[in-house]
């Protein structure tokens, strides 16, 4: 079983609709991020989370939340999906003193 | 803001050859990390080879090295022997304190290795 886990890998969504994005970790590491990544573009920051009670902004926040339920489990969602949102996301985790993040498999998201 | 600059959104190389990839990057810290990622079609984030700033000497992993000019700027990742298998989009990033050590990815190169 990876390290990371998104589910789902794939979603097909409407406009309008509210979609939640999934990531696990069986790593025990506190720090945790999302990505986006759009071809010609690289990944960009959406949020991070350092532990339970700490959520921060990352440069494309607006759009999105997330919630961190527990240190193994960070989720994203879109509260009212629009076309440009339709993109690869990442789930990254990384240990406090470490430099090495640990990316899930990706979710591609598409919106309709 | 820091930014990481890919110039080369493709290129292509033999099987057996070697292929440099450019990267540069602004920054006004002083210390921090730099990072060549490897994405193959399975989408997969691969990390490739990490570079620590303090360091003057240029990290190597196999077949992969580096170049790390800290005065330019500049961060080049060389794939000797290339191997089909290296086929990928191959993502330099940038580790940086504020945004709490999140990756500040480039665009992407993406490499074909041709037979």
């Known amino acids: 079983d990876a390290d990371v886990t998104q589910t789902p890998r794939n979603r097909i969504t409407k406009t309008g609709k509210r979609i939640m994005l999934e990531c696990s970790q069986t790593?025990?590491?506190?720090?945790m991020y999302w990505y986006r990544q759009d071809p010609g573009l690289g990944l960009r920051l959406i949020y991070y989370?350092?532990?339970?009670?700490?959520?921060n902004k990352g440069e494309i926040s607006d759009g999105y939340s997330v919630s961190r339920q527990a240190q193994a489990k960070f989720s994203l969602s879109l509260e009212s999906a629009i076309p440009n949102q339709t993109a690869l996301y990442f789930c990254?985790?990384?240990?406090?003193?470490?430099?090495?993040?640990?990316f899930g498999q990706g979710t591609r998201l598409t919106v309709v | 803001a820091q930014t990481v600059t890919q110039s080369q959104p493709e290129m292509s190389v033999q099987e057996a050859e070697t292929v440099t990839l450019s990267c540069t990057y602004d920054?006004?810290?002083?210390?921090?990390?730099l990072f060549w990622y490897k994405q193959p079609p399975s989408r997969q984030m691969i990390l490739v080879i990490r570079?620590?700033?303090?360091?003057?000497q240029n990290a190597t992993e196999n077949r992969f090295s580096v170049n790390f000019q800290k005065a330019a700027k500049s961060f080049s990742l060389k794939i000797s022997d290339s191997q089909l298998g290296d086929t990928a989009m191959y993502f330099c990033?940038?580790?940086?304190?504020?945004?709490?050590?999140?990756?500040?990815f480039g665009k992407g190169t993406s490499l074909l290795v041709t037979p």
């Open positions: 990254a985790t990384r240990r406090g003193a470490s430099t090495e993040a640990f």
């Open positions: 790593k025990g590491h506190d720090r």
């Open positions: 989370s350092f532990d339970v009670k700490d959520i």
């Open positions: 920054t006004s810290e002083s210390n921090y990390y």
């Open positions: 570079q620590e700033a303090y360091k003057q």
């Open positions: 990033a940038f580790m940086k304190r504020n945004s709490g050590y999140a990756l500040n």
